[in-house]
């Protein structure tokens, strides 16, 4: 398939299918000398993966991952790094009675006729978000890489599920904690509500989405290529990778759209002697290159497609109406998986752009 790869000067290839043999990625254009072990991949999955609670898919991975190529001795040598997880808990018997029924929310029908139904329809095949541990494996290596050369650092977390939102920016105490709780929400209180809500949803046989904010800290200013390549274009392309995303958004968003300039502008400032700007309305971005400021974004998700619930949908075999209720082990919400994904993504264009701009150099 096209469309495996992004990145231009730090390139991440994605492969396999939820239900195939395994997953995988190629990470090209990492720079030599960088310390890498197995378990700095893996500290990043283990947030990802599924059967962490009550609130996910009880699917049973343990997401271990091997790197079979572009380390030597602890450290990156310059080649691509292959990288891949065995699927061992798969169970495709459920959609053998599911091939010939479009699943409302999915992409079975568009992927049958473009594929000429050859597409790997198990558990989504290709479009599934299992694929998002390949993204973890190449976000984590840049995620590492960020913070050794530029002491960048990004965190993501869970503001809304459903209509409970947090409405407040956390502190750096409460982002600490954002994965002491099952929804990874920073406030505890609301994360509870959170939690409800969720399993009120499941009882019921259906499903929530919400929002990912990620925050950005430490990015020198000037990162960016205007104008395909700003940081908006490149993160925006990437985040929308991520199956189920369905909009994105950057520092005051679509609430800046409703302000005055007056409001919405940031007044820069000097602030321990360095250029500052009084709010952050921009996210960090202007004219497509980084402020100094932290980078902000928000990413909605659409709520799981796969419900237990009844749904109208259509037999492609008998081309007549039919009735389907979705069983197996699926998420009721995909947004607490999500975080590790969209630190991921942001860390993988941020360290492609920032080597594409001279900021970090082909040797640690």
């Known amino acids: 398939m096209s469309g495996s790869s992004i990145g231009k000067r730090l390139v991440?290839?994605?492969f396999g299918e939820s239900h195939g043999r395994c997953v995988g990625a190629v990470l090209d254009g990492c720079p030599a000398g960088l310390d890498l072990e197995e378990?700095?991949?893996?500290?990043?999955?283990?947030?990802r993966r599924p059967g962490q609670s009550i609130i996910t898919t009880q699917r049973k991975e343990q997401d271990h991952v091997e790197i079979l190529s572009g380390v030597f001795r602890g450290s990156t040598t310059g080649a691509p790094?292959?990288?891949?997880?065995?699927?061992?808990?798969?169970?495709?018997?459920?959609?053998?009675?599911?091939?010939t029924k479009l699943r409302p929310g999915h992409s079975d029908f568009p992927a049958m006729i473009k594929y000429k139904k050859f597409n790997d329809y198990r558990g989504g095949g290709r479009f599934s978000?299992?694929?998002?541990?390949?993204?973890v494996m190449g976000g984590s290596i840049a995620r590492?890489?960020?913070?050794?050369?530029?002491?960048?650092?990004?965190?993501?977390?869970?503001?809304?599920?459903?209509?409970?939102?947090?409405?407040?920016?956390?502190?750096?105490?409460?982002?600490?904690?954002?994965?002491?709780?099952?929804?990874?929400?920073?406030?505890?209180v609301y994360a509870e509500k959170m939690k409800n809500s969720i399993i009120d949803a499941r009882k019921k046989g259906d499903s929530l989405g919400g929002i990912i904010e990620s925050v950005t800290y430490n990015l020198p200013t000037g990162i960016g290529?205007?104008?395909?390549?700003?940081?908006?274009?490149?993160?925006?392309?990437?985040?929308?990778?991520i199956p189920s995303v369905k909009g994105i958004e950057f520092g005051s968003g679509f609430q800046?759209?409703?302000?005055?300039?007056?409001?919405?502008?940031?007044l820069y400032i000097i602030k321990k002697g360095k250029i500052v700007t009084k709010t952050n309305n921009a996210g960090g971005i202007l004219g497509g290159l980084s402020t100094g400021m932290p980078i902000v974004i928000r990413a909605a998700f659409k709520p799981a497609s796969s419900i237990a619930k009844k749904q109208?949908?259509?037999?492609?075999?008998?081309?007549?109406?039919?009735?389907?209720?979705?069983?197996?082990?699926?998420?009721?919400?995909?947004?607490?998986?999500?975080?590790?994904?969209?630190?991921?993504?942001?860390?993988?264009?941020?360290a492609d752009l920032s080597l594409q701009g001279g900021f970090i150099k082909s040797v640690i």
């Open 81 to 99: 790094i292959t990288m891949i997880i065995w699927n061992k808990d798969q169970d495709s018997r459920e959609y053998d009675s599911l091939k």
């Open 144 to 188: 590492k890489l960020l913070k050794e050369s530029l002491g960048v650092e990004t965190h993501s977390y869970t503001v809304q599920i459903g209509k409970i939102r947090m409405n407040k920016m956390p502190t750096a105490k409460m982002i600490k904690s954002i994965y002491s709780n099952d929804v990874r929400c920073p406030d505890n």
């Open 312 to 350: 109208i949908t259509v037999d492609i075999k008998s081309k007549k109406a039919t009735i389907l209720s979705i069983k197996g082990r699926h998420d009721p919400c995909v947004v607490p998986r999500a975080p590790p994904v969209v630190d991921s993504l942001v860390s993988l264009t941020l």
């Open 256 to 266: 800046g759209s409703r302000s005055f300039g007056s409001e919405n502008n940031d």
């Open 225 to 241: 290529e205007p104008i395909f390549s700003s940081i908006e274009s490149d993160i925006s392309k990437a985040i929308f990778s």
């Open 12 to 14: 991440l290839t994605s």
């Open 39 to 47: 378990k700095d991949i893996q500290k990043m999955l283990d947030l």
């Open 129 to 135: 978000g299992r694929l998002t541990a390949t993204f």
